[in-house]
């Protein structure tokens, strides 16, 4: 069984930071795209930002220059550093990663439980 744990959600204040991480565990072979998505109340589940395991990143129009993304292949961990945070960055956010569980198989997405983000004064 995989599984995607993250950590480092919380209130903050708008103008503030937070970092969320990711790590995958349990068994499985390999790792491609990782990446974190978001939902608020009563709004689809949206891609916050993805990251190749070459680096290759993809943002979210709307945290472009705010948020980055980054990964410790070696942990099998992905980051998400968020700064200057707006009250619409309030959402649960979620972590993806493509997992192949044997040598030959699929990557299948699989992903984390979420883990609140809330951006209020």
């Known amino acids: 069984q995989v599984q995607l744990v993250e950590s480092g959600g919380g209130l903050v204040q708008p103008g503030g930071s937070l970092r969320l991480s990711c790590a995958a565990s349990?068994?499985?072979?390999?790792?491609?795209?990782m990446g974190w998505y978001r939902q608020a109340p009563e709004r689809e589940r949206e891609l916050v930002a993805r990251?190749?395991?070459?680096?290759?990143?993809k943002y979210a129009d709307s945290v472009k220059g705010r948020f980055t993304i980054s990964r410790d292949s070696a942990k099998n961990t992905v980051y998400l550093e968020m700064n200057s945070l707006k009250p619409e960055d309030t959402a649960v956010y979620y972590c993806?990663?493509?997992?192949?569980?044997?040598?030959?198989?699929?990557?299948?997405?699989?992903w984390g439980q979420g883990t609140q983000v809330t951006v209020s004064s």
């Open positions: 993806n990663a493509r997992v192949r569980t044997t040598a030959f198989g699929n990557f299948i997405p699989w």
């Open positions: 349990g068994n499985f072979f390999s790792l491609s795209d």
């Open positions: 990251i190749t395991n070459a680096g290759g990143r």
